[in-house]
């Protein structure tokens, strides 16, 4: 009898022991996939920065300057990423928020070079017509996550990403959905102190 109350108490303590192990496994299991899944979202994120626009990568397109300047984009749960394409082999640049003309501009200018590096710029236009310094030089931060850059025939597309959320003073907070004014615009060459050949004003839409 004594026995037997023994192996009944170690039963259930069995199963209790049990029943926390299969907690503590599914815990386990849930936060194995969390990882994965955040870290499929990041190669995700980061195999888009190539350079390339395949189809369905972004969700989002605008066309500007009869096609010469087309604008994709598409937002995720905290960051954003743009690919931009002109008909030029100088630079491209897009801007976020102006208060007038270019001032007040949070903007991205993006070029390739003539061995195909890519390069990018996160700066701020403190004038109407500029400049438009980099924000490290203002006391901001650079807050590109991700960029890449192609020249092929002519064409130049530059992608990039960044944090909708910024606390930088230069960079425009901006939302996951709804309307953002922009202003866009691209050069003949490489040097982005050189004016552009063209340039707009536009609001798009943001989303997923
Ligand atoms: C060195 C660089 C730049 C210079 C010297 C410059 C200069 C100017 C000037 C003088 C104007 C007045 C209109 C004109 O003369 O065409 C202008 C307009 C404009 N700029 Fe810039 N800009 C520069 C870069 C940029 C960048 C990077 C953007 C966009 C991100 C931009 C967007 C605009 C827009 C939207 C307008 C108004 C265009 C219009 O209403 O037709 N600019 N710029």
């Given at each position: 009898m004594e026995n037997y109350k023994i192996i009944a108490g170690l039963g259930s303590a069995g199963k209790k022991s049990c029943h926390a192990e299969s907690r503590r496994r599914l815990a386990k299991v849930m936060s194995l996939s969390l990882v994965l899944s955040v870290m499929g979202l990041v190669t995700l994120a980061a195999q888009e920065m190539d350079g390339i626009i395949s189809?369905?990568?972004?969700?989002h397109k605008a066309e500007f300057d009869k096609g010469n300047y087309i604008l994709h984009w598409k937002t995720s749960a905290n960051s954003i990423a743009f690919a931009m394409e002109a008909k030029t082999t100088g630079w491209l640049a897009l801007g976020f928020?102006?208060?007038?003309?270019?001032?007040d501009a949070d903007m991205v200018l993006g070029w390739v070079d003539g061995s195909g590096k890519a390069f990018i710029v996160d700066a701020w236009s403190t004038g109407t017509f500029g400049p438009h310094p980099e924000d490290s030089s203002l006391g901001?931060?650079?807050?590109?996550t991700g960029f890449s850059g192609s020249e092929k025939n002519g064409n130049t597309i530059i992608e990039f990403s960044r944090p909708?959320?910024?606390?930088?003073?230069y960079d425009h907070s901006l939302p996951s959905f709804g309307d953002v004014k922009i202003i866009w615009a691209y050069g003949t060459?490489?040097?982005?102190?050189q004016k552009h050949r063209k340039a707009g004003t536009s609001v798009i839409k943001l989303g997923p």
């Amino acid at each position: 009898m004594e026995n037997y109350k023994i192996i009944a108490g170690l039963g259930s303590a069995g199963k209790k022991s049990c029943h926390a192990e299969s907690r503590r496994r599914l815990a386990k299991v849930m936060s194995l996939s969390l990882v994965l899944s955040v870290m499929g979202l990041v190669t995700l994120a980061a195999q888009e920065m190539d350079g390339i626009i395949s189809p369905n990568e972004y969700s989002h397109k605008a066309e500007f300057d009869k096609g010469n300047y087309i604008l994709h984009w598409k937002t995720s749960a905290n960051s954003i990423a743009f690919a931009m394409e002109a008909k030029t082999t100088g630079w491209l640049a897009l801007g976020f928020e102006p208060t007038r003309v270019m001032k007040d501009a949070d903007m991205v200018l993006g070029w390739v070079d003539g061995s195909g590096k890519a390069f990018i710029v996160d700066a701020w236009s403190t004038g109407t017509f500029g400049p438009h310094p980099e924000d490290s030089s203002l006391g901001g931060r650079n807050d590109i996550t991700g960029f890449s850059g192609s020249e092929k025939n002519g064409n130049t597309i530059i992608e990039f990403s960044r944090p909708l959320a910024s606390s930088d003073k230069y960079d425009h907070s901006l939302p996951s959905f709804g309307d953002v004014k922009i202003i866009w615009a691209y050069g003949t060459g490489d040097n982005i102190n050189q004016k552009h050949r063209k340039a707009g004003t536009s609001v798009i839409k943001l989303g997923p």
